[in-house]
């Protein structure tokens, strides 16, 4: 993706340039930033935790148990259908995410979602499903329709992870590859916890791309078994 961040540089948004000029600045300093955590954390953690504290917060990163959920809690909802190019707009601080991400081409949409996790709680609709399978008029799944060329990208920050049907290994803060019959489900969250998730799909998939303010996701649901939940 490092052609894509070349090209975002150059889109001519002043909101965009100051976080990118910031990012890097903040990358700068990496090195001489002590830390110390539970568990270990990336380079990206520690640059847009030198953000966080820049924008007025006051965090000591020796001091910061969980760094990954410090960030999260400051992202808005997330992204629904958002063309990758709006994504330096919309939600800034995922593209060193995105960047990673090994799609073929820049010609995807993406989905982005955070939740705050409660035991007992799916992030999605539980149950075995593909992810933008073909359906008829009547939306009856048309898998004999999807095709194989089509590749899917998922990265979730931590548990709950998903499962896939052919046991694939997933792990937390990984792009995972997929297509469309490839059948995987949600999983239910043990703890309290903050969740991003964050989908690539190719621009074919997706009947009616959004665009501008439409890209934000207004709300995250959550999933959950009323005869098991307590408050």
């Known amino acids: 993706m490092s052609n894509f961040s070349a090209g975002m540089a150059g889109g001519g948004c002043i909101q965009t340039l100051d976080f990118l000029s910031r990012f890097i600045l903040a990358g700068r300093k990496f090195d001489s ?6 568990k270990p954390c990336s380079r ?6 030198i953000l966080y504290q820049e924008s007025g917060n006051i965090v000591d990163p020796t001091e910061a148990n969980d760094m990954d959920q410090l960030l999260i809690k400051q992202f808005h909802n997330g992204l629904i259908k958002c063309p990758l190019s ?3 707009d919309a939600m800034p601080g995922i593209l060193p995410i995105i960047d990673e ?5 820049t010609n ?5 979602k955070v939740h705050m996790l409660m035991p007992n709680q799916f992030p999605c609709i539980p149950n075995w499903h593909g992810d933008a399978i073909p359906r008829d008029s009547d939306l009856t799944l048309r898998p004999d329709l999807a095709d194989a060329s089509n590749r899917l990208f998922m990265w979730i920050s931590n548990d709950p992870l998903p499962e896939f049907e052919d046991a694939r290994e997933v792990l937390p803060e990984k792009w995972i590859e ?3 019959l490839d059948i995987h489900r949600g999983t239910i969250s043990s703890q309290h916890i903050w969740r991003l ?3 690539l799909m190719p621009s074919c998939l997706v009947a009616r791309p959004r665009t501008g303010k439409d890209v934000l996701r207004r709300h ?5 078994d009323c005869s098991q939940f307590t408050w």
């Not at 930033?33 to 539970?38: K, M």
């Not at 995250?220 to 959950?224: A, H, W």
Request: hydrophobic share 45%; proline share 8%; glycine share 2%.
């Open 108 to 112: 995807y949409v993406v989905d982005a």
């Open 86 to 88: 709006e994504v330096r």
């Open 197 to 199: 998730f964050i989908r």
């Open 44 to 49: 990206i953690h520690v640059v847009l935790l």
């Open 178 to 180: 997929f297509g469309q």
């Open 33 to 38: 930033v002590p830390y110390s955590h539970s």
């Open 220 to 224: 995250t649901q959550v999933y959950l």
């Open 101 to 105: 991400a090994p799609v073929p081409h």
